[in-house]
């Protein structure tokens, strides 16, 4: 009696991958090893290029173990697709395949797996890459057509319950043979072995399974699911408040550092423009002081100069007022002598001839006078030359003949011998008068 339930179950789970189907591998009567690798192929390729490069492999390389070993590009050109990068992809993944039964059959004869599903069972979870869904439909062709049966499989009808849970991969086999109608048992290997994936023993990740609405088990995992994911979304929150007022306090500590050192350094600032204010200052002083001592020093010099000048002047002016002085006075003297020979001369006209003896003495003493008169003023005059002379000292050592020569320098120099002269020249003439 089939199972209605397996049925709605096997149509709520999505098809991501459409397996070969079981008459074109019985029709092309294909060794377990081939259906493995037409189920590699057609998970890529559709279910006839996926046979038309199963052909072109197997003609390429006989052997299989040949094309495990062998480079991929020795036989991608085998994989019949147009699309460069998908035929290289694909020939990686046909390597991959036999590298994996190989390691875990050590060879590749899987037939005897058709007789022993248990073994069958755990020779397939073992291979990895293949992946669950392909390795149910594996063991679906394997037991004949019949209902597939692995640990992982039970475990998941269990969890939905539908069969109860058994060790024996044959019991289960049988016991899901009877349940799943063999029109719906090449869709339940493919579509159910695709939820094996999620239905781990300790960790199962319903919250992505297509049956957690249906699975009371996953309902439950789902519910707990929800509550951590609310309970780590308030821990993801408080711990994000708490990076964000770390930030901010870390923004804080910056901006507080930040405005310290800018005062610091606006501090430093006008400590060096004062320095440099003072200093500008001191020098700016100190050139005062000396534009004002130097001034003081011209005004001095100019006053000094001003002083000899007016010195120099008032001396040029005492000497001016003294010469003039001194012939007033010798002015004043020759015409006090000059009046007083007038009136000796009058005198003498009027005593006439008598007393001759005495005239001569009277004309001798205005003679005196007269000659008395000269000397002054030739007194006078060498005193004005005197300087003259003074700067001319090469004069004074001329020959003395050229001195005797001028009548005036010989009357400076020696007044007295030439008053002796004048003297001998006057007694001489009143002696020859006489
Ligand atoms: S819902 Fe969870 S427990 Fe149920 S079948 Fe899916 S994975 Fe397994």
């Known amino acids: 009696m089939t199972d209605k339930r397996i049925a709605q179950l096997v149509a709520a789970i999505p098809a991501a991958w459409t397996p070969p189907p079981l008459k074109l591998i019985e029709s092309e009567k294909l060794s377990l090893l081939e259906t493995g690798l037409l189920c590699t192929l057609t998970k890529h390729l559709s279910a006839t290029a996926g046979l038309k490069s199963l052909r072109g492999l197997h003609a390429l390389f006989p052997d299989w173990n040949e094309l495990r070993v062998s480079q991929v590009q020795e036989f991608e050109s085998a994989i019949k697709t147009k699309n460069d990068d998908l035929r290289r992809l694909v020939a990686g ?45 594996l063991l679906f062709v394997a037991a004949g057509g019949e209902a597939p049966a692995s640990n992982g499989l039970v475990r998941v009808l269990d969890r939905l319950g539908v069969v109860k849970r058994t060790s024996s991969m044959r019991k289960a086999q049988e016991a899901l043979s009877k349940k799943v109608s063999p029109a719906d048992r090449e869709a339940f290997a493919s579509r159910f072995g695709a939820i094996v994936e999620f239905c781990e023993s300790k960790k199962p990740t319903c919250w992505e399974c297509a049956l957690v609405e249906a ?10 699911w929800q509550a951590q994911q609310v309970r780590l979304e308030l821990h993801r929150e408080r711990e994000e408040a708490a990076r964000l007022k770390a930030e901010e306090r870390e923004r804080k500590r910056l901006e507080a550092e930040a405005k310290k050192r800018a005062e610091k350094l ?44 007016k010195a120099a002047a008032a001396k040029k002016k005492a000497t001016a007022k003294k010469a003039a002085a001194k012939k007033a006075a010798a002015a004043k003297q020759k015409a006090a002598a000059q009046k007083a020979a007038a009136k000796k001369k009058a005198a003498a006209k009027k005593k006439g001839g008598t007393k001759r003896s005495s005239s001569p003495k009277k004309k001798s003493t205005a003679k005196k006078a007269k000659k008395k008169s000269t ?4 007194k006078k005059k060498t005193s004005k030359k005197k300087p003259s002379t003074k700067r001319k000292p090469a004069a004074k050592k001329k020959p003395a003949a050229k001195k005797k020569s001028t009548k005036k320098r010989g009357a400076t120099k020696k007044p007295a011998a030439k008053k002796k002269t004048k003297k001998g020249a006057t007694r001489r003439k009143s002696k020859k008068r006489r």
């Open 215 to 224: 699975c009371p088990f996953g309902k439950k995992v789902f519910k707990d």
């Open 375 to 378: 000397k002054r003023t030739t």
């Open 266 to 309: 606006a501090k430093e600032e006008a400590k060096r423009q004062a320095i440099a204010e003072r200093k500008a200052r001191a020098e700016e002083k100190k050139a005062e002081m000396k534009r004002k001592k130097l001034a003081a020093a011209k005004a001095a010099a100019a006053k000094k100069v001003a002083a000899k000048k």
């Open 93 to 137: 993944v046909v390597k991959e395949y036999l590298q994996e039964i190989f390691q875990n059959n050590h060879g590749f004869d899987l037939e005897p797996y058709r007789d022993d599903p248990t073994e069958a069972a755990k020779f397939v979870a073992e291979l990895t890459h293949f992946g669950t869904s392909a390795q149910h439909y």
